[in-house]
């Protein structure tokens, strides 16, 4: 079972350029999401999506966007990146209800230069 | 608003017992969740707690106290693969979660 799958694992990316990073889930879960890992900092939520043809802005939703066209992917873009995006990035996706555990994938881990 | 609060770094040693706290503030509570996340991995699920008192899960054990915002994480007969950060989290009121920065534990032998 995949679970969910992202991609790339890693990039070094300019500052200034454009990045896609993509995300897949084979569970069928409606709610997807996206959050950034910092040292010292908890997970944050960049974005999210409850259900496909719908998103929703977290914590820190400056400078990304994402969209939802199907259940199974909800890709993350950054429109121009800035060194402050680099992170770790982590896709995710729970079932229904208020105990549903969410599952992660691998993680993307950005560097902007 | 809410804040969530966990110790930075503990240290225990293989077969003993250590206790990993968490405090929260939120405006309303929709439970709470602990996940572990080893170095350089994803976070995967442990145990979720709504109701006040202690889940038993194995060597695992998660307690809740609503009334005081607190919870703490028991792990039993430490092993070193317990080396992990482990993160508590609470939905916010629109239930999306908000994270601890998560505890660092360290096993020595």
């Known amino acids: 079972t995949a679970g969910i799958t992202q991609a790339p694992t890693s990039q070094i990316l300019a500052a200034g350029r454009s990045m896609t990073l993509r995300c897949t889930q084979d569970?069928?879960?409606?709610?997807m999401y996206w959050y950034r890992q910092d040292l010292g900092l908890g997970l944050r939520l960049i974005h999210y999506?409850?259900?496909?043809?719908?998103?929703g802005k977290g914590e820190v939703p400056d400078g990304y966007s994402v969209s939802r066209a199907n259940t199974d992917d909800f890709p993350l873009t950054l429109a121009s990146a800035v060194p402050s995006q680099t992170s770790v990035y982590f896709c995710a996706s729970s079932g229904e209800g208020e105990a549903a555990e969410a599952f992660f994938g691998q993680g993307t881990r950005l560097t902007v230069v | 608003g809410q804040n969530i609060d966990q110790p930075t770094e503990m240290t225990a040693t293989e077969g003993a017992i250590v206790q990993i706290n968490c405090t929260y503030q939120?405006?309303?509570?929709?439970?709470l969740f602990w996940y572990q996340q080893h170095a350089g991995e994803a976070p995967t699920f442990l145990s979720y707690?709504?109701l006040d008192g202690l889940e038993e899960k194995g060597r695992f054990s998660s307690f809740l106290s609503r009334s005081k915002g607190y919870s703490y994480l028991l792990l039993k007969e430490l092993q070193m693969k317990d080396s992990a950060s482990y993160l508590c989290?609470?939905?916010?009121?629109?239930?999306?979660?908000?994270w601890g920065a998560g505890t660092k534990l360290i096993i020595k032998p």
């Open positions: 939120t405006s309303g509570f929709n439970g």
């Open positions: 999506s409850n259900t496909a043809g719908t998103t």
């Open positions: 569970m069928r879960h409606n709610a």
């Open positions: 707690n709504v």
């Open positions: 989290a609470v939905p916010d009121s629109n239930y999306q979660l908000i």
